[in-house]
Nanobody, 124 residues
């Protein structure tokens, strides 16, 4: 079993930055591919970014490419999502996801493990 805890959400003005963190426990972190999803009110959950166990392979939704960066520190059992040039449409609850099957499984939203989410609100 893996426990994921997100942090770092908050209120920021458009054009600003936030860094989300996802701490993992319960399983060797290096065996997990990690990812981030988001869900805005009234919308379905959508993929944001994913990283392989080593961090050498990453994937992004087109809507965040060039603005968001996913990374991980395996020594700290933590994954990050650096969000720059934030827009009001980035407002959502952001969820961390993890799975031992690899980045494709995470990317597809089929992760076994999910966090509780952290709210990100971008004001115009």
């Amino acid at each position: 079993q893996v426990q994921l805890v997100e942090s770092g959400g908050g209120l920021v003005q458009a054009g600003g930055s936030l860094r989300l963190s996802c701490g993992a426990s319960g399983r060797t972190f290096m065996t997990l591919a990690m990812g981030w999803f988001r869900q805005a009110p009234g919308k379905e959950r959508e993929f944001v970014a994913a990283a392989s166990w080593s961090g050498s392979s990453t994937d992004y939704a087109d809507s965040v490419k060039g603005r968001f960066t996913i990374s991980r520190d395996n020594a700290k059992n933590t994954a990050y999502l650096q969000m720059n040039s934030l827009k009001p449409e980035d407002t959502a609850v952001y969820y961390c996801a993890a799975d031992g099957a690899g980045i494709r499984t995470v990317r597809a939203g089929r992760s076994d493990y999910w966090g509780q989410g952290t709210q990100v609100t971008v004001s115009s």
